[in-house]
Each structure stands twice: as C-alpha cells, then as structure tokens.
C-alpha cells in the first residue's frame, strides 16, 4: 500500500514508525516531514494545509490512503478535496473537524447528543466573558474558541490572569468560559468510519510546563500508556473503554452523521474522571500528541489496516486492536522559554547514544538538517520514548536516554509517570 502521511511532528514521526513494523511494509512517503521522519521514508516538499496540492501530489503518485496528522489541514479542507478524487483520507471533512475547530461546535454537539460535560458560556466580549467568570467562580477554565496549537487553555485562581488571556484571545474570535472539573485525566483515541468505532488503548499526558504540574500549560510534556489505576474505578480497562463507547464516542458519532456530517477518522476524547463521573473536556478530530507516542508503541494489530478500514467505512467488520502489556513512556525535550517565544536553531547531539539504550526510540516534533547538524525549529523538539514490561523499567531507560540528548537551553520534566512506577 503506498501510504502519504501529512504532517511534521512527532505525532507523524509515531504514525510512520508503526507503519514500518508492519510486515509486509506499506511505502510511505511524508509531506512535508522533519528530519528524523527523513532518516526513514521519502519526504516531499508539499504544504499539508494546501487541499489542490495534496490532492494533486495523491493524484500524481497512485497513493492509496492519505493520513492527515495535523488539525490545520481538516480544518482547511484538505480530506474533502481527497475524498472528491475517491481518494482514501483517515480524518473528517471540514465540517465534522469542527468538532476540534471550534469549541462552541463541540459543545453542541455534546448537549444534543447527551454526552456527559462540564457547563460552559461562550463569550464574545470582555463584558461576556467578566459576567460569565462570576458566574462560575474559581478556579477559572478559559478556553480560545478556535485552534490554538495546545496553549489556547488557561486554568487558574487568578481573575486578572483569567481576563488578560481571555482578552488576548478574544482578538481572534470567541472565547468559552467553562465550570472547573477536577480528577484525572484521560485521553481515549477512537478510529471511527463515520458510523462504528474501535477503541486504542488509553493514555495519560502532561500537559504543564513544570514537575509536579506546575507552570503555564503547553502542548504536552509527556505521556503514558496503558492506565493501571482504572481498573480500581472501572474493573478493567476494557470495562472503562466500553462505558466511553456507550456513553461518549458512539453517541457523538451518531449526533454528526444524523446531521450529515459523518465523521471518518481519529476521533480524540480529552476525558477527566471526577466524583460524579466522567466528564468530557475536549474532543480533537486527531490522534493526539504525545499520546500517540505512547499509545502506538504498544499496538500488535497492523496501523495501516485500521486506517484503512476507517477511511473506507468497513470498521465495524473488524475486531478490537490488540495491545502488547508492556508499558511506554514517553518525555518532551522543550526548546528554552518554550511554551511562550522557544529558542530555536540550536544543535542537537547524542542522538545516537539515547537510540543505544535498550527500547528507545526518539519521535522528531522540530527538527532540520543544518549541514551534518541537526538543529530545533520549534518549541517541543523531540519525544524521547520508552518501551518496557514495567513502568520502573519504562522510565528508567527514557531518562537514561534523555540524559545522552543534548541542547542548549532545553527543559524536560523529570516525573512523567512516577505515580504508577
């Protein structure tokens, strides 16, 4: 299978990896990549956000499926422009991203379909939002309405800080006020093909800048995978998987295509596990970064397979895919003064050596080939990931391996996963 892969993170770099297990190997090719995705498969020079020349490119070179990594390109279209070509395309069309690309959507569409959430007012207005702050009280939850690359999320017990950032983003567009939910937190990945649904296995990620969840929030510190505390609360990880099928994914897929907006693709549910049950947070219409670093390490059932089956609407034929029960951890190496203006261009070295510690592997997030150097070119630049039979052996060897990576400047949370180890 001839597979183009859209995007330039670690979150692709994850995707690609696993499809290269696979045995027969499908040809990958990825647009426009990074370079640690180039020391594996053919990279083209293509913009992902651009529907006529990723349709062109798909069209040009016999490509079978087209798996959109990224939020940017569903939200620009890009999978409706493949799917009017017969193209096969892993991600919803425009209309149903909108399930991530906009937040008041994603509410909507929780009420009607009766999916359990936290209240929330939109506001488009600093008058709005102050009347909705003191309607809700702290701490404050202040979430910009549109994409905002992981940092449009402010939580805190500060009515200035609350204002100021809902201030900034309201410049942009609309901003929701929501109720505090607090417990753990989950996230649950789902391939759907527009009316069934199959679930991956769990994850947990970090989303603070600092140890012991301290720090503005970011796009992700961290993760593991699989969630041994659920069997507690739920009995097993499957029992939990089943509720949120019955209650989150099914009901939500359902809701979209009886509105004629079937959505085909990974669907994301951000889950939090308060006193009174499950919540939803947020939905993303992408397999999540870096969750998927840990999540796709463990997966026994051939990827490329599954997307398949998604993006040509024959999912529910398939049985659940299988998980190994080794344990993955995976560590965000940040550029300095990442999450706000990261410093970039600097080198990277003892790559190599963090790739000699027993399973590691290292997913590229912002890098470039400068002469025989590779440099950062973006705020979160490589997630160091670690596969091992026990949580202590797992973070044992990602933090033997983070500490042969050197950067200037460049920050890394030392606790990811320490409570279940």
Request: aromatic letters at 6%.
């Amino acid at each position: 299978m001839k597979i183009l892969v859209l995007g330039s993170g670690a979150r692709e770099h994850a995707i690609i990896t696993a499809l290269l297990r696979e045995q027969p190997r499908p040809s990958v090719v990825c647009a426009p990549g990074n370079v640690g995705i180039a020391a594996e498969v053919a990279v083209v020079t293509l913009d992902p956000n651009d529907p006529v020349a990723v349709t062109d490119y798909a069209v040009l070179n016999s490509i079978e499926l087209v798996v959109i990594g990224p939020e940017a390109p569903l939200v620009a279209g890009v999978a409706d422009a493949l799917r009017a070509r017969a193209i096969a395309v892993f991600g919803p069309d425009r209309a149903a991203a909108a399930l991530e690309g906009s937040k008041t959507f994603a509410k909507r569409i929780m009420d009607e379909a009766g999916v359990p959430t936290g209240r929330a007012v939109r506001a488009g207005s600093l008058a709005e939002t102050e009347a909705a702050l003191d309607e809700f009280g702290a701490p404050y939850v202040v979430k910009a309405d549109g994409l905002a690359a992981g940092k449009g999320v402010l939580v805190t017990s500060d009515h200035a800080a609350a204002l100021a950032h809902a201030t900034f983003w309201l410049e942009h567009g609309s901003v929701l006020i929501e109720e505090f939910l607090d417990g753990q937190e989950i996230s649950l990945f789902l391939l759907s093909d527009g009316h069934s649904v199959l679930p991956l296995s769990p994850a947990q990620d970090y989303k603070r800048a600092l140890d012991h969840d301290a720090g503005p929030n970011t796009g992700g510190m961290g993760a593991y995978s699989p969630l041994p505390w659920l069997d507690a609360r739920f009995g097993s990880e499957n029992e939990f998987v089943d509720e949120i099928i019955e209650t989150v994914a099914l009901p939500t897929i359902r809701q979209l295509a009886a509105e004629g907006t079937p959505f085909v693709g990974l669907l994301y549910c951000g889950l939090i596990l308060t006193d009174a049950g499950i919540r939803v947070i947020e939905f993303n219409a992408r397999f999540g970064d870096p969750e998927t670093q840990v999540v796709l390490p463990r997966l026994i059932t051939p990827l490329s397979g599954l997307l398949l089956a998604a993006a040509t609407g024959v999912l529910g034929g398939l049985p659940r895919p299988e998980f190994s029960a080794d344990v993955a951890v995976t560590v965000v190496v940040a550029s300095e003064n990442y999450p706000e203006t990261p410093l970039v261009g600097r080198e990277i070295t003892g790559l190599d050596g963090a790739l000699r510690v027993p399973g590691v592997t290292i997913a590229h997030a912002a890098t470039a080939a400068r002469g025989d150097t590779i440099v950062s070119t973006g705020g979160r630049v490589l997630s160091v990931v670690a596969v091992g039979a026990s949580f202590l052996e797992a973070r044992a060897r990602a933090y033997e391996a983070l500490r042969q990576v050197s950067l200037a400047g460049s920050h890394y949370r030392t606790d990811i996963a320490a409570r279940v180890a």
